[in-house]
């Protein structure tokens, strides 16, 4: 079993507490959203009725507007005192009546009665009410233009304010929450932990029925096992019943033959000892048949190896791959040759090598951020009478005297990196299994090559 797998427990806490945390921040943004929109709100209105009151300090005389104000009760307009206020009256001339210079934007008063904006002004960050309103005298429409802004540092502490009290208390159940999660987890796993020690403690050779008082769920595990359990029972049993009629019946013809043959012809008779001979040949036959039935160990099959272009491989092998590494967010690329190379190969066992190739450069060739550098690069070179297949990638490379000793089994140069510390050692294997020679160079980054020797003309 692989020694990176998760656990059931931090699945669990994991699927538990993850979409918990997801969906806590997507609250926490919709509600920003929603309390800013408030926020805005409310002092927009409240902004809105200081700038109406102003209003009612305007009015015509000699055919002008004026206005009758004093600028202490534009400061009073605001609910206290945070922030500054600024404001101005313009008429239909652009004639500054009351208040800040170039505070108005009548660009933005197209089309709109009351218009809302944010703007800068005299190095503050202002919310600005602007509007157009009129008066009436002799028939004749008066416009005045009231511009209304407030600095916003109130709507901002009240934002905030309320922000870290909402954050103070999603934090608290986001706490309480996986704190549940991992007792409730420890607690609903007890019993597997019990039937793993169960487990443990039984010869590897007891093939026994476990008993394990388990829930319901864990039950049928248990029962799964034992089912397991007793069906490798029945197997060794026959197998051990096969083995035992096999050599029965080929053992007692073979002696029988040979009791006869002594019998029949003296010891020192040439037929005697060929036909001895011979028997003596075929009881080894069969005992190395027997052991081989027993023993059935697993080699690789050579008849899967066929004489194939490489360069198709290659070509074939880099379609596939490339997207997987994209992915990763390495470039790629495949610089392929000419020549029309042959070899005698298994395909599924080349292609599995490069995989552990390209696994190794898109594990390593990161930066100190574990950021990817640079392409990984799959190419064909023809060197004299060999064919070299290399996989190159644009990492920091290897120290030089870690190169040959790289490839050997639970070998890892960077032992704080998680890993088997068989790929290399497995890329080795398959080379040899293919009469190929590998080394790995610093050129850049790390060069692994496989090298091919091609049968002469």
Request: hydrophobic residues 40%; neutral net charge.
């Amino acid at each position: 079993m692989d020694k990176n797998t998760t656990s059931i427990k931090s699945s669990l806490i994991a699927w538990l507490t993850f979409p918990l945390f997801i969906f806590t921040m997507i609250l926490f943004v919709y509600i920003y959203f929603v309390l800013e929109k408030k926020v805005t709100d409310f002092f927009d209105n409240r902004l809105k009725a200081s700038a109406k009151s102003i209003e009612y300090s305007i009015g015509i005389k000699n055919s002008k507007l004026y206005v009758d104000i004093p600028s202490f009760s534009i400061e009073l307009l605001s609910s206290n005192d945070k922030g500054l206020i600024y404001y101005s009256v313009v008429d239909e001339d652009n004639r500054l009546l009351v208040g800040y210079e170039s505070l108005l934007n009548k660009k933005r008063l197209v089309d709109e009665e009351v218009i809302f904006y944010n703007t800068e002004y005299n190095n503050s960050n202002l919310r600005i009410v602007s509007y157009k309103m009129s008066l009436y005298s002799a028939g004749k429409a008066y416009n005045a233009y009231i511009t209304l802004g407030e600095t916003i540092e109130e709507r901002d502490e009240n934002i905030n304010y309320v922000l870290s009290l909402l954050l103070i208390i999603m934090v608290i159940v986001i706490v309480s929450t996986v704190l549940i999660t991992l007792v409730a987890v420890s607690e609903g796993l007890k019993p597997l932990n019990r039937l793993k020690k169960i487990i443990k403690k039984r010869d590897e050779r007891d093939l026994e029925p476990l008993v394990f008082n388990a829930p319901k769920e864990v039950e049928d595990i248990v029962k799964s096992i034992n089912i397991l359990l007793e069906r490798s029972r029945d197997t060794i049993d026959y197998i051990e019943q096969f083995n035992s009629d096999v050599s029965h019946q080929l053992r007692t013809p073979l002696a029988e033959m040979k009791v006869k043959l002594e019998f029949l012809y003296d010891k020192d008779d040439k037929d005697y000892i060929a036909l001895n001979s011979l028997l003596n040949n075929m009881s080894h036959i069969t005992e190395q048949l027997l052991l081989y039935a027993k023993t059935n160990p697993n080699t690789i099959n050579l008849k899967r190896f066929k004489k194939q272009s490489l360069n198709a491989i290659c070509k074939e092998y880099s379609l596939k791959t490339a997207p997987r590494v994209y992915e990763k967010g390495f470039e790629f690329a495949f610089e392929n040759i000419e020549e029309e190379i042959f070899i005698n190969c298994d395909q599924i066992l080349l292609e599995s090598m490069l995989d552990n190739i390209i696994n190794n450069a898109l594990h390593y060739a990161v930066d100190e951020n574990g950021n990817p550098m640079g392409t990984i690069t799959l190419s064909l070179e023809r060197h004299n009478n060999t064919i070299w297949l290399n996989v190159k990638d644009e990492g920091n490379g290897v120290d030089k005297k870690f190169l040959k000793t790289i490839f050997e089994r639970y070998y890892r140069v960077d032992s704080k990196k998680s890993g088997s510390g068989l790929g290399l050692s497995i890329v080795k294997q398959i080379a040899t299994l293919h009469k190929a020679k590998v080394q790995a160079i610093n050129e850049n980054g790390l060069k692994i090559s496989l090298i091919f020797d091609l049968p002469k003309a």
